[in-house]
């Protein structure tokens, strides 16, 4: 069990607001618990999708899922009644429940503005700005 993992508690607040298991047809889902531990893993680790330990299953069922619940809502819906029980327990102060809108400006060279001393780019010569000015040749 890694540290991310939901606990038994947690699982219990967290169950009845996630979709119903699958489609009634088909292929049974793999279990919405363990589905969530691995969205958590990547979320916590940073990890590539494809990097997904095997005990969660392939990382494309993860990844489906994932997106699924992004579309459709299922993750606002998760976020907004979390926030309605820690609030009811007076556990959110609100003057600090904030969306960072903080930017950290690139270096110009990751603009592609290049170095300093390095090779500039080139100057537009005289005869390509006229032929660049000139009447079409074109007839059509």
């Known amino acids: 069990m890694y540290?991310?993992?939901?606990?038994?508690p947690q699982w219990k607040a967290l169950e009845p607001l996630l979709p119903p298991n699958g489609p009634k047809r088909g292929r049974?889902?793999?279990?919405?618990r363990t589905i969530l531990n691995a969205i958590l893993y990547i979320l916590r680790t940073?990890?590539?999708?494809?990097?997904l330990p095997r005990e969660y299953g392939p990382w494309q069922t993860a990844f489906g899922r994932f997106r699924r619940?992004?579309?459709?809502?299922?993750?606002d819906r998760l976020v907004e009644a979390l926030q309605i029980r820690l609030d009811r327990a007076g556990q959110i102060d609100w003057d600090?429940?904030?969306?960072?809108g903080s930017n950290v400006r690139a270096h110009r060279d990751a603009a592609g503005g290049g170095k300093k001393?390095?090779?500039?780019?080139?100057?537009t010569t005289p005869w390509a700005a006229?032929?660049?000015?000139s009447a079409r040749s074109s007839t059509c």
Do not use: I, M, Q
Not at 46 to 51: D, F, K, S, T, V
Not at 96 to 100: G, I
Not at 130 to 133: D, E, H, K, P, V
């Open 3 to 8: 540290p991310h993992e939901l606990t038994d």
């Open 28 to 32: 049974p889902w793999r279990d919405h």
């Open 46 to 51: 940073g990890a590539p999708w494809r990097y």
């Open 69 to 75: 619940w992004v579309r459709d809502g299922t993750w």
């Open 96 to 100: 600090l429940w904030c969306v960072d």
């Open 117 to 123: 001393g390095g090779p500039k780019s080139p100057t």
């Open 130 to 133: 006229r032929a660049g000015a």
